[in-house]
């Protein structure tokens, strides 16, 4: 029951995650950007802009000229949560593969700075004022719903160690639709749902940031304006015929 | 002369309290329906405005990706939050970055997502009611379309964009406003921002001939309509008779007479700006393009200059090519457009030009960067040119230059506080609180280094700075066009060498600063 339950939880979340994603991956590609408005200055060619993005990605370029506080927590958020997904693969992985193996230590640590980079960006929300003022219920409730699934995860870690055999198996049932026994364990329990529900939200929250920046014309636009003709489909009309 | 109080200069930037409101009360006078309609909009606030918004909103969401990404893709991190020059001036939380967005967002999140639908509560969704309109009206009109906020964003959300789309849609509803609406009519019809007619624009360009001749005894043409010149000059009607606008269109003459390239001004497409880009029209904005394309063609130029302008430096450098081009007809060895410092820059390291720096010898200074150049466009071949040549400009022109501090310059740079449609009388308190941010920077260069003088190529900036800097106490001709010292240093062949000392220039100068604007 328990097992059924999660299981169709899963797909569910998974679906939703997926095919939420595509619809907004698909409605971003095929809205055009009428015009040239890289933030300049910008880089000239494909791989200038390439090398922005990544650093943007790895770096939180931006971010980091804009407020150091707002990047540490951010990007220490981020990055502990990257390792901490990563190591989550042994679960989907038999063998796991050597190179998660080699990162479950790292991914521990990952966890606490995880939890960390989330608290201090809780408290940000609450202690600046003109954080304070954007800040609305829905960004608390995404607050809440990170850091219980790192809270959660803790706890089964050190206070309630679950049956991560049986958990696995879980895991690969679910991918092989060949189902195996949920361990019934509270805890797990809500680590997984609160999981579930972060996938289900993903394409309808503010996590759209993450494809989001991809599309976004001031970052991935080559500063080529003059060099180049830019027209946007539906701006053809306008064009005059003659000269 | 100030009916509100103006905002203190202190050491440092520093983000004020919120005070919630404290710019609700001002709202730029609405265009007449003869504004509205001689642009195609409704005259006054239609039937069914609300659907009509709503309907204009869904339009643009399937018309531009940067909207329908930005509305997405906010987190809400705050880091914008203190970098408008508005909310820096003024404190109303709303002149906040993603607080303006969100002005929009509420109503897209209400009206085009599953979430809003839904839990509007949640998520902060709202409808488009009356009082949120009347926000839209006030607040996206509180926004100079700088992008300073897009460079701190993590995602590069240019809230430019958004006000941009308001305000489109606003036009679209019968709501947009004077100044921009009024502005644009004037170009369809005449050809400039200021109605300024051939006959007129004609007169004025041979008194400035005479005004060169008798200041340096050489004869240097300011061309009209002269069809086969080799240049076309698309310079911002300011600079045909606004100070210190002028002395820079003075400038470009001594320098295009010096480089012996012979050019033109069109009476046709005599306005660089482009104000439809204020209003976030693609049609409207097509269309005063397109005049440049046909000028161009009429006229068989080869070359296109444009005057020292920024938001039309912006429309000129990243969307003449999508609006008016191919420019193929064009000669393929320059690029089109090209900036007048671009042209000037070419001929200082050609070595065209002689130029007496000691003649600016009366002047410490300062570059303003204009937000459209720093962040919206480039000049030269490489990124950045845009903060290099003018300052190599001005360093090959005067010897006394200092920057201003490097987190209110090139890409960091602060709006004047007039930008974005927003050079208007009934918007001064925000011009004027809104040019706090860069008083500020002014003044700790001009207390440290003893600068006087601060150049800037823009005419929006220029006119900006000559109204607003006497409030924080520096004289309103402390701000110079960059070609006007180009024009004070620049030796014509032929120029007496005695008449181009520094006492004949600072007297030249001071009579220009009575002349006033
Ligand atoms: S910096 Fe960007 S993501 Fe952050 S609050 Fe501002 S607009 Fe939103
Ligand atoms: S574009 Fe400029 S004026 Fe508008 S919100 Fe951003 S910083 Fe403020």
Redesign the interface.
Known sequence: MLTAAYAVLFYAASLLLAGGLAY?IW??TK???????P??????TLPGVALRMGR?LAL?E??F???KW?WLF?WMFHFALLLVLLRHLRYFTEPPWTWVVLLQPFGLYGSFAMLAGLLG?WL?RVA????R???????H?MLLLLCGIAVSGFAMRYVDRVDIVALKAFVLGLMYFDWQPLPADPVLLVHLGLVAALMA?FP???L??AP??F?????NQA?N????????P??AK?E?TG? | MADFDLPELKEYTE?P??VEGAMGHLRTYPAAPAHQEALGFPGELVEGWHDKAIEKFDEL??????L???L????????????CHYFLGTGD?KN?P??RQ?LMRKVYRRHF???GKWFP????AADLTEEVLDDWYNYFHQCSQC?RC?????????TA?ISMAAREIMDHIGKGQKYCNEIIAKVHKIGNNLGLQEPALANTLEGLEEDIEEETGVKVRLPLDEKGAEVMLVAPSADFFAEPHVDGLIGYAKVFHQAGVSWTISSYASEAANFAMFIGS??QM?EVA?RI?KAA?DLGIKRIVVGECGHAWRVA???W??LA??FD?LDPNY???QHVCEFTYEQIQKGALKLDKSANDHMTLTFHDSCNV?????MGDR??G??EIPRAILKACCNNFVDMPADTIR?ATFCCGGGGGLLTDDLLELRVKGAQPRMQALKQVADEHGVTHMASICAICKSQFTKVMPDYGFDMDSVVSLHQLVSNAIVLDGQAEAAAGPEEETEETAAAGQAGP
């Open positions: 907004k409605q971003y809205t055009p950007a009428p015009l040239k408005i933030t300049t200055p910008a880089p000239l943007e939180f931006s971010l000229r804009s407020n707002t951010g960006l940000r600046v004022e003109r954080i003022y954007i800040t609305g219920p829905s960004d409730v939200v309808f929250s503010k759209l940031h989001g920046i599309f976004s014309p001031t970052r500063d304006a003059r060099e180049k003709r830019h027209l946007a539906w701006a306008f005059s000269k | 983000p309290r919120l969401l399937g018309q531009s990706r940067s329908r990404v930005y997405d893709a906010c987190v809400r991190c705050g880091a914008c939050t203190d970098k939380p906040m993603v607080a969100d997502t599953l979430a509560w949640l998520v902060g992008r897009s460079v701190y964003c993590p995602y590069g959300i240019d964009e693609y049609e097509h397109q394309r063609l450098y990243s969307f090519n999508t081009g191919p007809f690029p089109v457009p720093a962040r919206a466009s480039r990124p950045g845009q903060f890409d």
